[in-house]
C-alpha cells in the first residue's frame, strides 16, 4: 500500500516573513502556500492601466488602489487565506496591514490560461465573503 507523504503546513508569520524576503510570490489557503505563476505583458499592461486610472480617478479621495504585490487576507471557515488580485481598491484605513489588507471595496483579476479556472470559482466564492467588497471584476487578456 502507497501512503503519501504528510503536507507540511506553515504559520502566517513564516509565510508573510517568507515572502517579503523571496523572488516568488505564494498564495497561502490554511497554511499550504502555492507558488504563482508569471504574467505576460498583456496581463502586466492591463493591470498597470487599470491601477494608474484608478488611482488618478481616486486621488484626494478615501479611496486608495492597490497593485499586484500588495495582498488581500481573508478567513473563511476559521482558514486563511492570502491572495494577490491584480488590483484591488479599499475605501477604508480600517484592516490596511504592511503587506496586505482585509476589507477590499474592488478586486480585479486579469485572467491567464494558469489561473483562469481559480479566479472564475475558488476566488468567486470566496471574494464575495469579504463583507466590503461590492464588486469582483474578470478581465480577459484577448477579448472585450
Known sequence: METSA??????????LRHEADGAVRHEFIGGRIHAMADSSEA?????????????????GGPCKAYMADFKVRLEINREDIFYYP?????????GVEEYYLRYPTLLVEVLSPSTENIDRREKLLNYPQISTVEEYVLIAQDTR
Open 6 to 15: 504528510p503536507t507540511l503546513l506553515i504559520s502566517i508569520e513564516d509565510y
Open 43 to 59: 496581463h502586466n499592461l492591463i493591470s498597470v492601466n487599470l491601477v494608474s486610472a484608478f488611482h488618478a480617478h481616486l486621488r
Open 86 to 94: 491584480d488590483v484591488m481598491v479599499a475605501c477604508q484605513r480600517v
